[in-house]
């Protein structure tokens, strides 16, 4: 991968609720850092775009002269990072867990616990990072040559099975 350069995301994006609340998911960023590693010791440039991954996972990314980690915590900063650095990758590698929906509006205080419980959360769709990166290289936004690479966490339901569900994505993207 010498002369390449690699841009991989990882971690899990944040979407605030209030300032203390967020909706997320349980990715520990290993596997993108995993990536990000295996390629600048192959001689890859890489920015690691990590998404909320403890600093001990972190840890080795950080220091490896290779790679340059760009620090975001929710899906529009870790689009406006990935728009940003994919305009001169070779290779991108979506490994990052990127929250589907976020709050309509986040409050700017705590909402407090009452007894009539919470309140409802109304959620919208956040855009779909992966899809537009390959849309901006149809369209010519990046180059056509730049290799892209997603990775998605599944689970089978009534709807079918993992691969199923993994096949359909595919197509979708």
Known sequence: LA????VVSTGGTRE???PVRFLGNRSS???GVAVALAAADRGADVVLAAANVDADILAPAVHHPA???VRVGSTAELQTALEAETASADIVVMAA???DFR???VNDTKIKKNDDGPAPIEL???PDILRGLVQSRESGAIPSEVVIVGFAAETGDDQGGVLDHGRAKLRRK
Not at 3 to 6: A, D, K, W
């Open 29 to 31: 960023g290993k596997q």
């Open 16 to 18: 605030p609720i209030d």
């Open 103 to 105: 709050p309509v509006t």
């Open 124 to 126: 919208t769709t956040n």
């Open 97 to 99: 867990a990127v929250a």
């Open 67 to 69: 790679i340059r980690v």
């Open 3 to 6: 002369g390449l350069s690699v």
